[in-house]
């Protein structure tokens, strides 16, 4: 009873190293570091550290450092991502973010978000929004040309 108990525990610290480390070493080197909170936060509270990876499919996905899941923290979806401008950081924010780029401010889904990331960052950051196709100039494949066409 008690090797299978310790055999279960060894197992699960192992599973949680394995994780950590693909969290370090796949995610921390693929993408850009950034301090992302959503709003509304008080103060300093809700920051948190992370990488922005950009995916292929129109996804920004934010993986937080402090966590184990192989999974994104949150995933942004470039066609509902709207830019509300940036805004320069507090004196007591100073003493924890980047040196020298604004944050950028934005909202994803009705929801709030300000983030702060190095200066290359936060311009690929910004092209990238603008640079989205506009939902109506997307191209429609046959098929669902022909469904749509079938229902009017």
Request: proline share 4%.
């Amino acid at each position: 009873m008690y090797y299978t108990f310790m055999a279960i525990i060894v197992a699960f610290c192992l599973v949680l190293v394995l994780l950590g480390a693909y969290r370090f070493f796949t995610l921390r080197s693929n993408g850009n570091n950034v301090t992302l909170r959503r709003l509304p936060a008080v103060g300093n509270h809700g920051w948190r550290n992370g990488i922005l990876r950009y995916e292929s499919n129109n996804e920004l996905k934010f993986y937080q450092f402090r966590s184990l899941s192989p999974f994104p923290d949150v995933i942004f979806h470039r066609s509902h991502l709207t830019l509300d401008g940036q805004r320069d950081y507090t004196e007591e924010e100073a003493s924890f973010l980047f040196d020298g780029t604004p944050i950028v401010k934005f909202r994803h889904e009705g929801k709030d978000y300000e983030a702060q990331m190095s200066k290359h960052a936060t311009m690929a950051f910004v092209s990238w929004i603008e640079s989205a196709p506009n939902a109506r100039l997307d191209k429609m494949s046959p098929s669902e040309a022909r469904r749509r066409m079938r229902h009017i």
